[in-house]
């Protein structure tokens, strides 16, 4: 099923996320290899967010490809992958929001990133914008929900 609008899987789509919580996300490097590792994207409306180190070993494979690929998975019949463009959001009140936004979600979807990182002003810390251009909702053995960002 192919739908126009997030709002026809969202409900389904944060109920999965929520419960996963952690994600595997891949990036593609300089000689365009797939490298995966685990995140903790949270989401605000159709945007993800995710704190991460500024001088991580994917930012040098986001400066060259900033496509991604999550895939959530806590039941293998309803996984949920996102493909999506990562930025890296650097506006200092952007930052500050969400920041806030991060702590005021309950943990363990939640979390005060100066577990972290020391302060909005750590040098190290940096911010990660997920834009989505496709969702996937997979329903085995009915067909997915897919949403695509037109």
């Known amino acids: 099923m192919e739908t126009k609008r997030f709002n026809e899987i969202e ?17 593609v490097d300089s000689e365009q290899r797939p490298r995966s590792r685990i995140m903790h994207p949270v989401w605000e409306g159709i945007t993800g967010w995710v704190t991460s180190r500024r001088n991580a070993y994917k930012a040098r494979h986001l400066a060259a490809n900033p496509h991604v690929s999550l895939a959530y998975i806590a039941d293998v019949a309803k996984p ?17 929001r969400i920041w806030d936004f991060l ?9 005060d990133p100066a577990t972290l990182f020391q302060s ?4 190290t810390y940096g911010l990660l914008r997920l834009k989505p251009w496709r969702i996937e909702l997979v329903n085995i053995p009915q067909p997915s929900a897919i949403w695509r960002n037109s």
């Open 120 to 123: 909005l002003d750590d040098p």
């Open 80 to 96: 949920v992958y996102v493909e999506c463009i990562a930025e890296w959001e650097d506006n200092t009140q952007e930052k500050q």
């Open 11 to 27: 409900t389904e789509f944060f109920a999965r996320i929520e419960k996963m919580i952690w994600c595997n996300v891949s990036t």
């Open 103 to 111: 702590k005021s979600k309950p943990e363990p979807y939640g979390f």
